[in-house]
């Protein structure tokens, strides 16, 4: 079995342990750490769109608030009608919350098909402004539509979102956007981001990998959506709005564009700081703005870009050793 | 080297050090809050926090609850989704808070009233005014009336007092309060004979109105209800005096803060709205509260958010006094029993659904200042 | 006929607003090639001077209109210089999605930064110049929106000199054609650079004094969506040409104020959001622009 099919599995049976045991833990940390793994699905997809493949989205709250809600959708209206009123046993819900948080990513990965295709020719500045634009677009679509609730959104979701669900997905995203980029095929990818010219010159197909791109990123997203609506229980449609494509953006670009381990790291250090800086919560978006710039001036490949290579072979070899 | 430390003094330092915070924890009974401190909605949540802090300090200056005083742990949701749920389970995991207090926006509360009711904490609504909130379950209460009754006193309100058949309704599609006050003022308006002649939206954000107001101009009204806040009311009822309707305008407690008239301007004269209370009010409760308000904080007179913010507080230490204890389970029966509490915005009684029965007040702004008008009983 | 009149009058003031902002966009691409997030925030400030120094001046005279005016077109321009110099140079010679992310944080910057230190709650800006509302044939016309338009065409006609009549106007055009050719026919590029972000904030700045002007209630969040409508109508006119810029801003108010109207009125972002996407799909060179083939 190849290695990182068995870290999978591992991360799941961990995460299954965690869960399980999840009652004797302080709610309060259950919640940050939830909010964790959750970040991480997010930051890990957006990864896979700007950071490996070079395309600039501002709008991947977007795809999350079409997962969050077809997936509260399902569990909503159609959960009473397929558990019936004893509210079923925990191996149905289970698979109730499965089968919504799948239809929510599909549903999310249509929504990225949509965004990518049309920004195929677009690069750079233009290609972020139209993400964005239809972050927006989707935005009021959601706040027009009654049937979802229109402004007040939807409430009473149904509490199915635990540890398990959450690092399970998140292993799996990682899985999934580490394989992808490490294959063969998957070179694709950099080489897309590297050299749009070049690539088509040498016969890769950048608009597939383009799009791939989008639509795993915007699955994965979709998936974070439905565990957020699930976590959350209330969600509306401005909580998905350009400020929280941005805090993604920041975790992204803080851990190394193109980075998956400087990536997760960034995305659980933007998810506690906050919590342990709540006395200056009033600061956290100047600070975010700040840190933007203070990155992109003096360490534009992100804060925890560390060449890992170099490091484990340093570690293999041991100190004390010469360098050469 | 290093002598090892004496095992007894230790071993005393270390039970002393684990049993004192148990001990002064004892002392203070603690009440959690989550507001808006701080963005969008910043005036409402400080404004809330404001009564809150003075009920608190006040009944701790007369000696406390039970013979204990009150802590006040409060933290800021920054106006945003999402935060108040975290907020609600750091209170409650690890600030120990026997109750909590929280939210103006009927959004943010339903965010954390399910939490509140998963952990059997009280929670108490100062002002959020959806019927949705306390459906939640049996441990939300609010202290303020809901949406549905505000919707019907105002439609009474116009059709009684204003003597109007054919009304136009201006609603903000972004905020789950304007169209709730929306749908439950229609439902009454209608049943009541009158006919909602045109309706017209409108995006919290915006300001130009022009539009709407000309299709409204056109649609030959007595008067324009908006449901909405005062940050887009008083821009339009600017735009729409300037546009040369004269007709009345009129809308719920989201028109109450000094920006109305200072954004509004000579607009905004004769326009009525709705609130939880007034601080013209000429009895002593309300004398007092406003005076106390005043001396507390720089001379600023106390709006609805406040005082409900206020008898948030002393509804719920009332309950606590009541239960003489501060386990949930038995905080929350005294709350669901409150009958008759005089407090600054009325006698409060919570009714079955846990919501207060309680009179509006109609305000008209005359001279740049809020006036009262009348008051619906519910 | 009054009503469509009346719509007629309330766009053509909306995109005389946009338009001011389109053409800091536009100017600032077409030298720079990048797109200033942070110029919406500048109109923000703008509008904020001009709120300062009315507090300050007799209300209801054209001349405080003018001198606030003046005072918000200043201190912009010094922001925007300032915000060129100490952010945007240093990055200059690496690669544009850098400059693209620090744009992004300056924007957020300067509004939270605005939200902390005037408050997140809405100011009722002064009436400084002379308002009026004038009934004409049942034509409203409100004073306010007489200035805005007045001002705006004052401004764009003294920018289209600038540009085509000054030697630093056509330093800017010929570092817009090709800067490194600019740079060896001895222009400073620099100063080109300063000056075209210092215009165009001006430029903002009298569109935020104007915006506040007709909608007196201003607030730190305020300039997020007029700066990405304004955006719209610059790529819509053509980005980099400045008669496109005006010409897309006028059309856009034109559409919005329709839209506002009628039954989709609370669709109108994500209708200026889909024109956008709709232009950059089937005409990315604008409706004036030309389409310059990229050579490899």
């Given at each position: 079995?190849?290695?990182?099919?068995?870290?999978?599995?591992?991360?799941?049976?961990?995460?299954?342990?965690?869960?399980?045991?999840?009652?004797?833990?302080?709610?309060?940390?259950?919640?940050?750490?939830?909010?964790?793994?959750?970040?991480?699905?997010?930051?890990?997809?957006?990864?896979?769109?700007?950071?490996?493949?070079?395309?600039?989205?501002?709008?991947?709250?977007?795809?999350?608030?079409?997962?969050?809600?077809?997936?509260?959708?399902?569990?909503?209206?159609?959960?009473?009608?397929?558990?019936?009123?004893?509210?079923?046993?925990?191996?149905?819900?289970?698979?109730?919350?499965?089968?919504?948080?799948?239809?929510?990513?599909?549903?999310?990965?249509?929504?990225?098909?949509?965004?990518?295709?049309?920004?195929?020719?677009?690069?750079?500045?233009?290609?972020?402004?139209?993400?964005?634009?239809?972050?927006?677009?989707?935005?009021?679509?959601?706040?027009?539509?009654?049937?979802?609730?229109?402004?007040?959104?939807?409430n009473g979701?149904?509490?199915?979102?635990?540890?398990?669900?959450?690092?399970?997905?998140?292993?799996?995203?990682?899985?999934?956007?580490?394989?992808?980029?490490?294959?063969?095929?998957?070179?694709?990818?950099?080489?897309?981001?590297?050299?749009?010219?070049?690539?088509?010159?040498?016969?890769?197909?950048?608009?597939?990998?383009?799009?791939?791109?989008?639509?795993?990123?915007?699955?994965?997203?979709?998936?974070?959506?439905?565990?957020?609506?699930?976590?959350?229980l209330t969600?509306?449609?401005?909580?998905?709005?350009?400020?929280?494509?941005?805090?993604?953006?920041?975790?992204?670009?803080?851990?190394?564009?193109?980075?998956?381990?400087?990536?997760?790291?960034?995305?659980?250090?933007?998810?506690?700081?906050?919590?342990?800086?709540?006395?200056?919560?009033?600061?956290?978006?100047?600070?975010?703005?700040?840190?933007?710039?203070?990155?992109?001036?003096?360490?534009?490949?992100?804060?925890?870009?560390?060449?890992?290579?170099?490091?484990?072979?340093?570690?293999?070899?041991?100190?004390?050793?010469?360098?050469? | 080297?290093?002598?090892?430390?004496?095992?007894?003094?230790?071993?005393?330092?270390?039970?002393?050090?684990?049993?004192?915070?148990?001990?002064?924890?004892?002392?203070?009974?603690?009440?959690?809050?989550y507001?808006?401190?701080?963005?969008?909605?910043?005036?409402?949540?400080?404004?809330?926090?404001?009564?809150?802090?003075?009920?608190?300090?006040?009944?701790?200056?007369?000696?406390?609850?039970?013979?204990?005083?009150?802590?006040?742990?409060?933290?800021?949701?920054?106006?945003?989704?999402?935060?108040s749920a975290?907020?609600a389970?750091?209170?409650?995991?690890?600030?120990?808070?026997?109750?909590i207090?929280g939210e103006?926006?009927s959004m943010r509360s339903l965010e954390a009233a399910p939490i509140c009711q998963a952990y059997?904490i009280p929670m108490v609504s100062?002002?959020s005014?959806n019927?949705k909130v306390t459906e939640i379950g049996n441990y939300v209460f609010r202290?303020?009336?809901?949406?549905?009754?505000?919707?019907?006193?105002?439609?009474?309100?116009?059709?009684?007092?204003?003597?109007?058949?054919?009304?136009?309704?201006?609603?903000?599609?972004?905020?789950?309060?304007?169209?709730?006050?929306?749908?439950?003022?229609?439902?009454?308006?209608?049943?009541?004979?009158?006919?909602?002649?045109?309706?017209?939206?409108?995006?919290?954000?915006?300001?130009?109105?022009?539009?709407?107001?000309?299709?409204?101009?056109?649609?030959?009204?007595?008067?324009?209800?908006?449901?909405?806040?005062?940050?887009?009311?008083?821009?339009?009822?600017?735009?729409?005096?300037?546009?040369?309707?004269?007709?009345?305008?009129?809308?719920?407690?989201?028109?109450?803060?000094?920006?109305?008239?200072?954004?509004?301007?000579?607009?905004?004269?004769?326009?009525?709205?709705?609130?939880?209370?007034?601080?013209?009010?000429?009895?002593?409760?309300?004398?007092?509260?406003?005076?106390?308000?005043?001396?507390?904080?720089?001379?600023?007179?106390?709006?609805?958010?406040?005082?409900?913010?206020?008898?948030?507080?002393?509804?719920?230490?009332?309950?606590?006094?009541?239960?003489?204890?501060?386990?949930?389970?038995?905080?929350?029966?005294?709350?669901?029993?409150?009958?008759?509490?005089?407090?600054?915005?009325?006698?409060?009684?919570?009714?079955?659904?846990r919501?207060?029965?309680?009179?509006?007040?109609?305000?008209?702004?005359?001279?740049?200042?809020?006036?009262?008008?009348?008051?619906?009983?519910? | 006929?009054?009503?469509?009149?009346?719509?007629?009058?309330?766009?053509?003031?909306?995109?005389?607003?946009?338009?001011?902002?389109?053409?800091?966009?536009?100017?600032?691409?077409?030298?720079?090639?990048?797109?200033?997030?942070?110029?919406?925030?500048?109109?923000?400030?703008?509008?904020?001077?001009?709120?300062?120094?009315?507090?300050?001046?007799?209300?209801?005279?054209?001349?405080?209109?003018?001198?606030?005016?003046?005072?918000?077109?200043?201190?912009?321009?010094?922001?925007?210089?300032?915000?060129?110099?100490?952010?945007?140079?240093?990055?200059?010679?690496?690669?544009?999605?850098?400059?693209?992310?620090?744009?992004?944080?300056?924007?957020?910057?300067?509004?939270?930064?605005?939200?902390?230190?005037?408050?997140?709650?809405?100011?009722?800006?002064?009436?400084?110049?002379?308002?009026?509302?004038?009934?004409?044939?049942?034509?409203?016309?409100?004073?306010?929106?007489?200035?805005?338009?007045?001002?705006?065409?004052?401004?764009?006609?003294?920018?289209?000199?600038?540009?085509?009549?000054?030697?630093?106007?056509?330093?800017?055009?010929?570092?817009?054609?090709?800067?490194?050719?600019?740079?060896?026919?001895?222009?400073?590029?620099?100063?080109?650079?300063?000056?075209?972000?210092?215009?165009?904030?001006?430029?903002?700045?009298?569109?935020?004094?104007?915006?506040?002007?007709?909608?007196?209630?201003?607030?730190?969040?305020?300039?997020?969506?007029?700066?990405?409508?304004?955006?719209?109508?610059?790529?819509?006119?053509?980005?980099?040409?400045?008669?496109?810029?005006?010409?897309?801003?006028?059309?856009?108010?034109?559409?919005?104020?329709?839209?506002?109207?009628?039954?989709?009125?609370?669709?109108?972002?994500?209708?200026?959001?889909?024109?956008?996407?709709?232009?950059?799909?089937?005409?990315?060179?604008?409706?004036?622009?030309?389409?310059?083939?990229?050579?490899?």
């Amino acid at each position: 079995m190849p290695r990182s099919l068995i870290a999978l599995l591992a991360a799941v049976a961990a995460a299954f342990a965690v869960s399980h045991f999840s009652d004797r833990l302080d709610p309060y940390y259950l919640d940050v750490m939830t909010g964790v793994g959750i970040n991480i699905i997010l930051a890990v997809s957006l990864n896979l769109v700007n950071g490996y493949t070079g395309q600039f989205s501002l709008g991947h709250a977007g795809f999350m608030s079409v997962g969050a809600y077809l997936s509260a959708a399902i569990t909503l209206m159609l959960g009473p009608r397929l558990l019936g009123d004893g509210g079923g046993s925990a191996v149905q819900q289970g698979l109730l919350f499965l089968g919504a948080l799948l239809v929510g990513g599909l549903g999310a990965a249509v929504a990225g098909l949509a965004v990518g295709i049309p920004s195929l020719r677009l690069k750079g500045d233009y290609l972020a402004l139209v993400t964005l634009g239809f972050g927006e677009i989707i935005r009021v679509v959601f706040q027009n539509v009654e049937a979802l609730g229109g402004a007040l959104g939807l409430n009473g979701i149904p509490n199915y979102t635990t540890v398990f669900w959450v690092y399970s997905f998140g292993a799996l995203a990682v899985f999934t956007v580490v394989c992808l980029v490490h294959s063969t095929y998957g070179r694709g990818f950099l080489a897309t981001r590297d050299d749009e010219i070049a690539s088509e010159a040498v016969g890769l197909n950048t608009t597939r990998y383009k799009i791939v791109a989008f639509v795993v990123g915007a699955f994965f997203a979709g998936v974070a959506g439905g565990l957020y609506g699930h976590f959350k229980l209330t969600i509306t449609p401005t909580g998905f709005d350009l400020t929280k494509s941005i805090e993604i953006v920041v975790m992204v670009i803080l851990g190394g564009m193109g980075n998956t381990p400087g990536v997760i790291l960034a995305a659980i250090l933007l998810t506690i700081l906050p919590e342990v800086l709540r006395s200056v919560e009033q600061y956290r978006m100047i600070l975010y703005a700040l840190l933007l710039i203070l990155l992109m001036l003096l360490r534009p490949n992100g804060l925890f870009n560390f060449n890992y290579a170099a490091i484990a072979s340093r570690l293999r070899r041991g100190p004390g050793r010469a360098r050469d | 080297m290093f002598r090892p430390l004496r095992p007894l003094p230790a071993a005393v330092l270390v039970a002393v050090a684990l049993t004192a915070r148990p001990l002064l924890s004892q002392e203070a009974i603690r009440i959690g809050e989550y507001a808006s401190l701080t963005g969008k909605e910043a005036a409402f949540g400080q404004s809330s926090h404001k009564g809150t802090l003075l009920a608190v300090e006040e009944i701790n200056a007369a000696g406390g609850v039970l013979g204990r005083r009150i802590e006040l742990i409060t933290d800021d949701n920054q106006s945003k989704q999402g935060e108040s749920a975290t907020i609600a389970k750091k209170l409650i995991a690890r600030d120990k808070v026997a109750a909590i207090l929280g939210e103006v926006a009927s959004m943010r509360s339903l965010e954390a009233a399910p939490i509140c009711q998963a952990y059997r904490i009280p929670m108490v609504s100062p002002s959020s005014t959806n019927p949705k909130v306390t459906e939640i379950g049996n441990y939300v209460f609010r202290v303020c009336f809901t949406d549905r009754f505000q919707g019907q006193a105002l439609a009474k309100f116009a059709k009684d007092t204003l003597k109007i058949r054919r009304v136009a309704v201006l609603t903000s599609v972004s905020s789950a309060y304007s169209v709730g006050l929306a749908k439950y003022f229609d439902e009454r308006f209608a049943a009541d004979g009158g006919l909602v002649a045109i309706e017209q939206r409108y995006t919290e954000g915006d300001k130009d109105f022009n539009a709407q107001l000309t299709a409204i101009k056109a649609a030959g009204v007595e008067g324009i209800f908006v449901p909405g806040y005062y940050t887009e009311a008083a821009l339009i009822c600017k735009q729409a005096r300037e546009l040369g309707i004269g007709i009345p305008l009129f809308g719920g407690d989201g028109w109450e803060a000094p920006e109305l008239m200072e954004i509004g301007g000579e607009a905004v004269e004769g326009t009525y709205y709705t609130t939880h209370y007034s601080p013209q009010i000429d009895v002593p409760v309300v004398r007092q509260f406003v005076a106390k308000f005043r001396a507390r904080f720089d001379g600023e007179t106390p709006d609805a958010m406040a005082a409900l913010g206020f008898d948030s507080v002393e509804v719920l230490v009332d309950a606590i006094r009541r239960a003489d204890s501060t386990e949930g389970p038995a905080i929350r029966d005294a709350l669901a029993a409150t009958k008759d509490f005089a407090g600054v915005t009325g006698t409060t009684t919570i009714d079955r659904d846990r919501n207060a029965s309680k009179a509006a007040f109609v305000l008209m702004v005359k001279d740049g200042h809020f006036r009262f008008v009348q008051s619906i009983a519910p | 006929m009054t009503e469509f009149l009346q719509q007629l009058l309330n766009g053509l003031s909306l995109g005389a607003i946009y338009a001011l902002i389109a053409l800091g966009y536009t100017m600032v691409y077409g030298v720079l090639r990048f797109i200033n997030f942070a110029h919406s925030d500048v109109f923000m400030v703008g509008a904020f001077i001009g709120y300062f120094a009315g507090r300050h001046l007799p209300q209801g005279s054209a001349l405080s209109g003018l001198i606030a005016l003046a005072c918000a077109m200043a201190g912009c321009a010094v922001l925007g210089i300032a915000i060129e110099r100490l952010v945007y140079r240093p990055l200059r010679s690496g690669p544009t999605l850098n400059v693209l992310i620090t744009a992004i944080g300056m924007s957020l910057f300067l509004e939270y930064a605005g939200q902390l230190a005037f408050g997140a709650t809405p100011r009722a800006f002064p009436p400084i110049f002379p308002a009026r509302v004038i009934a004409v044939h049942g034509l409203i016309v409100s004073t306010s929106q007489v200035i805005v338009i007045a001002v705006a065409l004052v401004l764009m006609v003294a920018l289209e000199f600038t540009v085509h009549r000054t030697r630093i106007g056509t330093a800017m055009r010929a570092v817009a054609l090709n800067p490194k050719a600019a740079q060896l026919v001895g222009i400073n590029i620099d100063v080109v650079i300063s000056f075209t972000f210092g215009l165009g904030s001006a430029l903002a700045a009298a569109g935020g004094v104007l915006y506040a002007l007709n909608y007196p209630s201003i607030d730190p969040l305020m300039g997020v969506v007029p700066g990405l409508k304004a955006f719209v109508a610059a790529v819509l006119g053509g980005v980099g040409n400045i008669p496109g810029a005006a010409l897309g801003a006028l059309i856009l108010g034109m559409v919005e104020t329709f839209v506002d109207g009628s039954r989709w009125s609370t669709y109108k972002d994500a209708i200026a959001f889909a024109t956008l996407i709709g232009i950059l799909l089937f005409r990315p060179a604008g409706l004036l622009g030309r389409f310059t083939a990229e050579k490899v």
